[in-house]
């Protein structure tokens, strides 16, 4: 049974900093491409950042260059999503999904996790 579990829930104030992880099981994390993205209330599902099965990392969001950063560790079946520099607009629920090859487009996604609220507020 494929799952991906999201971990990470944070309150997070102005300017600091939340990792989350994408735990993955089911199937072998080397074959797959992870994408993260989020959901803020009253907005669509937009596209955060990706790693591709090489291990190439794009980032769908210009605000988020520089401040984001997105990892893989096979070994352990995990997909990690360094956030810094937070600002209140990152707020939004963040998934992680699975994909053979990277896209922005969230429908094109096989897998998905539950979500992980990230709230960055003082």
């Known amino acids: 049974q494929v799952q991906l579990v999201e971990s990470g829930v944070g309150l997070v104030q102005p300017g600091g900093s939340l990792r989350l992880s994408c735990a993955v099981s089911g199937f072998t994390l080397d074959y797959w491409a992870i994408g993260w993205f989020r959901q803020a209330p009253g907005k669509e599902r937009e596209g955060v950042s990706c790693?591709?099965?090489?291990?190439?990392?794009?980032y769908y969001v210009d605000s988020e260059k520089g401040r984001f950063a997105i990892s893989r560790d096979n070994a352990k079946n995990t997909v990690y999503l360094q956030m810094n520099s937070l600002k209140p607009e990152d707020t939004a629920v963040y998934y992680c999904a699975a994909k053979r090859f990277c896209s922005s487009s969230w429908y094109e996604y096989t897998y998905w996790g539950q979500g992980t609220q990230v709230t960055v507020s003082s």
């Open positions: 790693i591709t099965r090489s291990d190439g990392r794009i």
